[in-house]
């Protein structure tokens, strides 16, 4: 398989707790945008530990989900979590989806296209495998201006060292992260009546130790960025870093912002 993702993968309570907990969040405003119907046949194309899939059989319990990812580690997490809810977990590559063209009503992506390189390819991909008349869509973070608890992290990063400005840039730059991206390529890939949007909520955190311990972990860009960094390098980025989240006020709760960008479009027919 030509796995195609550059997200940092290797545990799904690792991810919960450093992007699955708000992937929660955003499944229910995805959901709202995307206007699944009961019923339907589903692809949840990127699922990761599975919010999107679990929130669209709560919501949609007549629906016939089909749930990939890349990561191995992801799926076995996801179907440990399953119980009942007949959802199909495997792994898979969006580059390279397994199905036969037209086979679900709606194929939805939530925050995995900017994560892949060959974006039009796998654009190309949930287009083939989505029936004609039927709805594509996906929501991305807007990295770059939209998603404070990590901009944070990685700007504190940045000036306390110029070598990690380089990491910092890369996450700020992603394919499909800047307003318009996503419906160019909807268009571009040839999915007709587009409408973008985006799509906010809030990361909520009790204090400073729970906003840093996904750093600690092995999953997504700012724990890939600790993992470079010597024991000392390390402690003193945490130090900055416990500072700009306490901003000269006690420890304690924080909520930012956090918007990402959603498309949808029809396939012709």
Known sequence: MNVSSTF?????????????????????PFLDFADAADGEAILDAGCGTGS?????????????????????????????????????????DVCDLRFGDASFDRVL??????????????????????????????????????????????????????????????SFTRPMTRSGELAHAWQAAGLVDVQDTSLTIRMDFDRFDDYWAPFEGRDGPGAQHVQTLSADAKARLRDAVRRAYLAGEADGARSFAATSWAVKGRVPG
């Open 109 to 170: 992506s939530l925050l995995v296209l900017h994560f892949v390189p060959q974006t039009a390819r796998a654009v190309a991909e949930l287009r083939r495998v989505a029936k004609p008349g039927g709805t594509v869509a996906a929501a991305v973070w807007d990295a770059y201006g939209g998603l404070l608890a990590l901009r944070m992290f990685f700007d504190v990063a940045a000036m306390l060292d110029p070598t990690s400005e380089r990491a910092r840039d890369h």
């Open 52 to 92: 999107l899939a679990f929130a669209l059989k709560k919501r949609l319990p007549a629906c016939r989900v089909n749930a990939i990812d890349f990561s191995p580690a992801y799926i076995a997490h996801a179907a440990r979590h399953a119980a009942d809810s007949n959802i199909a977990f495997e792994v898979g």
């Open 8 to 28: 940092n993968a290797n545990d799904g309570d690792g991810y919960n707790l450093q992007m699955g907990r708000w992937s929660r969040r955003l499944a229910e």
